[in-house]
């Protein structure tokens, strides 16, 4: 199911403690500059995010993110 625009997505950070990052970045596709992404930031896809990117960091398996509203 795609992310609907207006959706907000929440980083929750790294999923293994022992992974001392604080910034996650998105490597975009074409000419679109690459995102960094801190924890405790939030997203709206249609805005800073696509659906397609969005969905991409909830499948993300060393990051947490969720879907906190629309």
């Known amino acids: 199911m795609a992310l609907k625009k ?10 293994e403690s022992s992974n001392g990052s ?14 960094d992404i801190a ?4 997203l709206t896809v249609g805005e800073e995010i696509t659906a ?6 909830l499948n993300s398996s060393t990051w947490a993110f969720k879907e906190v509203g629309k």
Do not use: H, S
């Not at 604080?22 to 995102?35: D, S, T, V």
């Not at 924890?39 to 939030?42: E, T, V, Y």
């Not at 397609?52 to 960091?57: A, I, K, M, R």
């Open 39 to 42: 924890i405790g930031q939030q």
């Open 52 to 57: 397609e990117e969005g969905q991409y960091l």
């Open 6 to 15: 207006g959706t907000v997505l929440y980083n929750e950070g790294p999923k």
């Open 22 to 35: 604080q910034i996650f970045r998105l490597m975009r596709e074409g000419n679109k500059e690459n995102l």
